[in-house]
């Protein structure tokens, strides 16, 4: 069984990733509205993958007979300037993930519960390729700048499944 303040800190990662989920969703619909239909695509996989982790976190709580709080999400951003605004946003919002999963890898080493390590060691190392992803995605951004080579980056994001 898990204890009350693992649970506790869980469900408050449920809920930042139902907002990271929002968040892509928003960046998706911008980028449709803007026409640019790859990036659009790749943040409505980001959404996807956001909203996985949401359910493998919740999933796990049930497993270790505690209960999976779905709670009420804030307002997400609705609006950029460039694809690289919004691809400098996603970057600071992954470090801010990452250093939520590692604050609750560190509730589990205090509460001396070996499997939540376990379990979460699969989120430290998701974090660590959306960090390199992002970072890689800005970079390639800064070359291209608001030349043809955007469009030719969007038509490349189209192809993420």
């Avoid at 982790?53 to 609705?78: N, Q, S, W």
């Avoid at 690289?84 to 001396?112: C, D, Y």
């Avoid at 430290?124 to 700048?145: P, Y």
Wanted: proline share 1%; aromatic share 10%.
């Amino acid at each position: 069984m898990i204890s009350k303040k693992l649970q506790d800190a869980i469900n408050k990662q449920i809920n930042a990733e139902m907002w990271s989920a929002n968040l892509y969703l928003s960046m998706s619909y911008f980028f449709a509205k803007e026409g640019f239909e790859g990036f659009a695509n790749w943040m409505k996989r980001q959404y996807e993958e956001e909203m996985e982790h949401a359910c493998k976190l919740a999933d796990y709580l049930v497993v270790r007979e505690g209960t999976a709080l779905i709670d009420k999400l804030d307002v997400v951003p609705t609006g950029w300037g460039n694809p690289l605004e919004v691809f400098e946003h996603t970057f600071e919002h992954e470090k801010r993930v990452s250093q939520m999963i590692n604050a609750l890898v560190e509730v589990a080493v205090e509460e001396k519960d070996k499997a939540t390590e376990d379990f979460l060691s699969w989120f430290v190392n998701e974090q660590v390729e959306e960090e390199a992803t992002v970072r890689s995605l800005i970079k390639k951004l800064k070359i291209v700048g608001t030349t043809g080579g955007l469009y030719t980056l969007d038509s490349e994001l189209k192809q993420r499944k």
